[in-house]
């Protein structure tokens, strides 16, 4: 890559100084599914019979750490088939930018983000004022700029199904994002949830660092609507999940899991919801 196409890369330069405790960590958290945790974020990487799908990129600037941790763990030679994202915000797509230079890979998302993944749209801007700790208060720094990925980037199939993961359906799982999904493999009732509910108070600097396991609806300062996200995570609760892997925090098993996820969906409109808000 060039000077100048690392220049034109929406995400060049838009690191950020974050991470926890855990940042580094990679555990098989279902049958040939793993979670890896990218400073505050994590990525899945689902086995298939050829290879493996990756599901989200990071944080911006981690790309070089994301192709070193693949090549360890795959193989020298080792790319995804393909990549899937849960929705385009920036600690999402990070690293997209320049892992398609190095790779020339597909990239799938819900076609309601793709305003913001063609270079058509910018995500709302973070909310610093909603109710919360010490991150929501820093959001504004955040980037919401959308990247244009070209050609690179198509809408899912609409019948629910996903390329090279035929045992596996994606759910439109909205609030935190117009076209946000998540991932479900009815045959074990796996979830790769995205941040339509997170096992982390996301908001919290703290909770962040340590990664105290708690169940909680998606990143306040960056949820637009409310509504939609709380049908969301009673569309996902009713799925009765065995296993989560969230976009922030620590993969959720069992009992724990069934337990959490019915507490927030009765609790959701006191607990979840801010008090106050730009986008309440």
């Known amino acids: ?41 994590n990525i899945a990487f689902i086995e298939t019979n050829t ?73 709302p801007e973070p909310d610093g004022t909603v109710e919360g700790g010490i991150i929501a208060k820093v959001s504004p720094l955040f980037p919401n700029e959308g990247i244009d990925l070209k050609n690179h980037i198509q809408a899912l199939p609409s019948d629910g199904t996903l390329p090279h993961l035929p045992d596996w359906n994606w759910i439109h799982t909205p609030g935190h994002s117009d076209g946000h999904i998540s991932l479900f493999r009815k045959n074990d009732r796996t979830l790769i949830v995205g941040d339509a509910f997170v096992t982390v108070k996301q908001d919290s600097l703290y909770n962040v660092l340590v990664q105290k396991q708690e169940i909680h609806g998606p990143p306040r300062y960056l949820t637009t609507d409310w509504k939609a996200a709380k049908q969301s995570v009673i569309k996902l609760a009713k799925l009765d999940p065995n296993a989560a892997i969230t976009g ?33």
């Not at 990756?54 to 070193?68: E, F, L, Q, Y």
């Not at 620590?250 to 986008?279: A, C, M, R, W």
Request: proline share 5%; hydrophobic share 35%.
């Open 51 to 123: 290879g493996f799908v990756m599901v989200d990129a990071g944080m911006p600037g981690s790309s070089k750490t994301i192709i070193s941790f693949i090549h360890e763990q795959f193989g020298r030679d080792a790319k995804p088939e393909a990549i899937i994202l849960t929705h385009g915000h920036f600690d999402h797509i990070g690293a997209l930018e320049h892992l398609i230079q190095e790779w020339n890979i597909p990239i799938y998302a819900h076609k309601l983000e793709l305003p913001y993944l063609t270079g058509q749209k910018n995500y």
């Open 248 to 280: 922030h925090g620590l993969p959720l098993t069992g009992e724990e899991l069934h337990k959490g996820l019915k507490t927030l969906v009765k609790n959701f409109d006191q607990s979840e919801i801010p008090d106050h808000g730009k986008y309440i």
């Open 1 to 41: 890559m060039n000077q100048q196409e690392h220049e034109n890369h929406t995400m060049s330069r838009k690191f950020i100084p974050m991470t926890s405790l855990t940042s580094g960590l990679f555990q098989e958290v279902a049958d040939g599914v793993f979670c890896y945790a990218v400073q505050i974020v």
